[in-house]
């Protein structure tokens, strides 16, 4: 990707403007107008996109600093966050979850060949403390995104350098922060600086997460874990080119399972004595090189080359076994891309292509905590396995008239999967492609006001997780491997009405989903010699899911301003013998409400809440699943202040205090209940 970067490089004559970058930090009463960039693979206003997207910008950031990234989505419109574990949480969004929603971290896919359909731990190994905004584009982003955006995509963008001009400087930062529920503390430092075209940025992160106290008093034991985390990033702009290489690494040498570890639900002991992940690790490296200018072909390039491994170790033994397990688990991720954007004639057209390499390693060895004999045995993936995916997309954005514009794509996708055959199981290949797309009106009802209608056909590839995962899951259950699946699919309709004056934003979505040829993972009926239900991935059910997002932000008198959401999700599934139930791990009605007041230049004060319905549409998986109580998870409020002080431009003192009222509550489908009253202190001091 450098040669072919610095050879369109030399091709194109140097322009005289430096385009500088955007502060992403605006004023809390601004957010629809604030510009995003994942909806349209391109930076845009907020108010100009054609579907749902929601934004946690670095102001929401700063203000409510968090160990994990899914933490922060937590309130946002068509979001709703599950934990299995402290370490550990991922976003549900429009009831999808896991690798039915794509997860990007600075343009380059997070989802593997082993992303689990079901909550997962790896946005957990995304470092918080590094992160700039979050975006999440709520429905199907076919034609931009392809596989695995069904329920949407949600995107990391991280600190990355900044251009200044000719000056020379440097800057630092440092920041701490304890919390009281689970005895938290956490560091970062940052090195920031530049010289003309040239600028770096360098970070370390590390935290110790101690034991969680919850709403009942309880200390869950064990549930401390500590990481540590390190990013670095040179950019080079000359002219209207620009270079950046970064690299990113995060670790938590052992985090506890403790949804294993803990008696669930019908359960009168827990699954596993021994369950944790030691360790999980990320390692990125990214090249991207782009060029903002006037070609034939494009007035923009963008190219990307990337390198992801994650590792996913774990140790487990059965309750009541002396047999312990250990396994080593990798999936290494290579990938290219390239975009090229044009503006001719009322037309905004984006096109590129996207190459990905993924390779899984895999093994698993059992030792008897008796007499000390090793055994070799099957591994959780299939050694070995990989797959290939190749696709290309072009998308279209034409102002027809000034209040009307018609958005529409295509991509079309194609995969080689091949699975490797173990002792235990043959080898397996499949090769499927899709033509998906997408389209919307957006109508201009004035200047501020956008009234937005959409369709759009995503799908998902089977991955090596639902192909080939031999072992124990959570639940009680044990897996085996699945000779043949299809992709899945999903065609949604939204209708949605978007407003971004000066005192008010808000936005209110309705959608509505059809999802066939979905993988649920199902009971077989048999048992394994250790009790557990041995489960298989199968295309064995439909869903139909529907529900109402709305956000407002109302600035009602200087310095003071009202932000709420709300959630709705219903859904259905039915399964092969037309036979319906609800579905599962579908969130209650949620959102958050709270005030802003803005007190003085130095003061800022927060209360809200945040809050959940009772959830009692329970599916026959949920009813058997150990983290959701069969009869329904109780609804639940918590009351929450958030303060902030600056008594200089360079020094932040913030306040949080969560669950003020120690509710007791479990966030549904969850597999550890939320913590009780929480204090979190954070300083954070910047250096010029």
């Not at 190219?303 to 487990?316: C, E, F, K, M, P």
């Not at 999903?490 to 009405?497: P, S």
Request: hydrophobic letters at 35%; aromatic letters at 10%.
């Amino acid at each position: 990707m450098l040669p072919l970067a610095l050879a369109i490089a030399s091709a194109i004559p140097t322009a005289t403007q430096v385009t500088q970058a955007t502060d992403p930090v605006a004023d809390d009463a601004k957010s629809l107008q604030r510009l995003v960039v994942t909806a349209g693979r391109r930076e845009q206003a907020v108010l100009d996109t054609s579907t749902a997207i929601s934004v946690v910008d670095q102001e929401e950031i700063r203000h409510n600093g968090n160990a994990l990234v899914s933490d922060y989505l937590r309130g946002q419109a068509g979001v709703f966050v599950q934990q299995t574990t402290p370490g550990q949480g991922l976003p549900l969004v429009r009831g999808l979850r896991g690798s039915e929603v794509l997860h990007l971290v600075d343009g380059f896919r997070l989802n593997n060949a082993i992303f689990r359909n079901s909550p997962n731990q790896y946005l957990g190994l995304v470092d918080a403390s590094n992160t700039q905004s979050i975006e999440v584009v709520r429905g199907p982003a076919s034609s931009l995104y392809g596989s695995d955006a069904l329920g949407g995509v949600v995107q990391v963008l991280t600190k990355l350098p900044e251009v200044r001009g000719d000056q020379d400087w440097i800057e630092g930062r440092v920041l701490g922060r304890y919390a009281s529920a689970d005895n938290t503390w956490l560091g970062r430092g940052e090195v920031y600086g530049g010289s003309g075209d040239v600028a770096f940025r360098v970070g370390v992160t590390g935290s110790d997460v101690g034991n969680r106290r919850t709403g009942n008093g309880e200390t869950v034991r064990p549930s401390g874990y500590n990481s540590h985390a390190g990013d670095a990033s040179v950019l080079w702009a000359p002219g209207p080119h620009e270079f950046l290489f970064n690299v990113q690494y995060l670790e938590q040498p052992n985090t506890p399972r403790i949804d294993e570890l803990a008696p669930g639900f019908g359960q009168e002991e827990a699954s596993s004595e021994v369950f944790s992940f030691e360790p999980n690790q990320r390692v990125f490296g990214h090249f991207r090189y782009r060029y903002n200018g006037d070609l034939v072909i494009a007035d923009n390039v963008e190219l990307h080359a990337g390198y992801q491994s994650i590792t996913d170790d774990r140790r487990s033994r059965d309750t009541g076994s002396v047999n312990e397990n250990r396994e080593r688990n990798e999936s290494e991720l290579w990938g290219i891309t390239g975009q090229f954007t044009k503006a001719w004639n009322g037309h905004i057209i984006t096109y590129g292509f996207e190459s990905y390499h993924d390779e899984v390693t895999s093994s698993r060895f059992r030792t008897n905590i008796e007499n000390g004999e090793v055994s070799q045995r099957t591994p959780r993936f299939p050694s070995g396995s990989e797959i290939d995916n190749f696709a290309i997309y072009l998308h279209d954005q034409w102002q027809v008239l000034n209040w009307l514009r018609v958005d529409v794509g295509l991509r079309y996708s194609n995969y080689d999967i091949s699975v490797a055959a173990t002792d235990t199981t043959p080898s397996n290949q499949l090769d499927p492609d899709d033509l998906t797309g997408d389209g919307a009106l957006v109508f201009s009802l004035d200047e501020s006001t956008n009234l937005i209608a959409g369709v759009g056909r995503g799908f998902r590839a089977p991955n090596i997780f639902d192909l080939g995962t031999l072992g124990e899951r959570p639940g009680n259950r044990f897996n085996v491997p699945s000779s043949n699946l299809e992709p899945e699919t999903i065609y949604t309709y939204q209708l949605g009405l978007r407003h971004s004056g000066r005192n008010f934003q808000g936005e209110i979505f309705g959608f509505y989903s059809d999802f066939d040829d979905k993988i649920t993972t199902v009971n077989t009926g048999a048992s394994n010699l250790t009790g557990r239900d041995v489960t298989q991935s199968a295309n064995l059910s439909s869903s139909e899911l529907y529900g109402i997002e709305a956000a407002w932000n109302w600035q009602f008198s200087p310095g003071w301003s009202w932000n709420s959401v709300v959630n709705w999700t219903r859904a259905t599934d039915t399964d092969e013998n037309g036979n319906d139930e609800p579905g599962d791990r579908i969130p209650p009605v949620n959102g958050r409400s709270g005030i802003v007041w803005h007190a003085s230049s130095e003061w800022r004060l927060e209360p809200y809440v945040l809050f959940a319905g009772r959830q009692d549409r329970i599916s026959s998986r949920d009813f058997r699943d150990p983290r959701i109580d069969p009869t329904g998870t109780d609804g639940w409020v918590t009351f929450n202040l958030r303060a902030a002080w600056s008594p200089t431009p360079d020094i932040d003192v913030r306040v949080r205090v969560e669950n003020i009222f120690d509710n007791a509550y479990r966030e549904h489908a969850s597999g550890i209940d939320a913590p009780g009253v929480n204090v979190i202190a954070e300083l954070d001091m910047r250096f010029r």
